[in-house]
């Protein structure tokens, strides 16, 4: 076990700080690009139609993430998904001011897909690098580096736009995917899950042969991660509104104030559970998933209900801690089903989440022109913590009721 964490140790760090790199990208263009296509639309409406084709694109990459990844080098669809996104992001600077709503529109297809394939490809591919004593770890070090990554994106991008501009913004986005790319190249580690090595063929794999294959423990965290994903686009969307509501001399600061104590919350959940996970041999605890995950939804709720800025530092810091444990036991538990299928079930996933983000920004969008902040996101992490709440429920029962032996009617790898 030892000579397996050694070999592993310098490819899961490349993978890690190409991890970083490229959701520095992610987040940086997130506000960058939003930006710019209010700016060259003029249109929120059109800026909301961008974010939707970016989520679109998203959804429909995850099936088919999931097959690409049983049949193609993890490692190279990674490379190609980076480097077509810093390609997409010149060939907007470089594109003529007429063209460039075109390519706009064209890029969020790119970004979309990408980045799902990019996590649809890692997410499947840890347990063949680290092994599975090794994944709690490496999950949390992940979640570490992206909560890293997103304090640096969101608090880098309203500055170089502000002091240099869309195009220097946009071409360090795409440094950020170039070196990436760059980093992912010297990961050699990686094989092609193919449908012989993992033990039948692919034709016909679709969800009527998936589904029955995994234990509905997992099909149930999927779902609740999913409803998460749906109240996490209420204060995502409502954050502006209740910052111009709280601060309205300086909304952005407040804004600040929220967002920064968030990352700083996921970068503390993942280096804790990083060291505690070092000696795990169970991880993916579903009870510790459903807790965290009804923890964040109603620390974000408490968030909302107008408490003293302290206050809202405190609950912000919480939430992210709380949601940084949730991801890390979610993809962990996901990973433990058999390698034959992981890939597709992670795109599953990948397609869930995002649909419910996306459904959950249209709808908080709408329901924001009538109502104010707190009962939007009051609702929407509402119907998350209730689901949560569901899953806790239903799984302690079966826990109790079920004997051990029988635990396992899923075809998966045990942890």
Known sequence: MRSTGESSARPLRLVVAAHAVSTYGSFLNMVAL???ALEITGSAVSTGIFMAVRLGAGVLTGPVAGML???YPRARLMIGGDLLAAGALVLLVVAPSAARPTVLFALAVVIGGSQTLWMVALRSGLPELVGPDGLARANANLVAAR?????????SAGILVTLFGYHAAFLLDAASFALSALLLSAVRVWRVVSSRAAGGSHRGSGLRRLLPSVAPVVLAMIAVRSLDAFGSASHNVGLPVYANLAWPEAPAAFAALFTTPWAVG???AGRW???RAAGASRPGSPRVFGVATCAMSLLFVLAFAGPPIWLVVVLALAAGMADGYAEISYTTRLQTVGSSRLPQLVGLASAAQNAGF???MIVSAFALERLSPLPVVALAHGL????AGAFLVSHARSSAHRPHRQLTKEVEVAP
């Open 34 to 36: 939003g930006l710019f």
């Open 69 to 71: 990844v049983g049949r």
């Open 147 to 155: 909560s890293v990554a997103m304090l640096l994106g969101f608090g």
């Open 266 to 268: 996921g970068l503390a």
């Open 273 to 275: 559970c990083a060291r």
């Open 358 to 360: 996306g459904i959950g």
């Open 384 to 387: 998350a913590f209730a689901a």
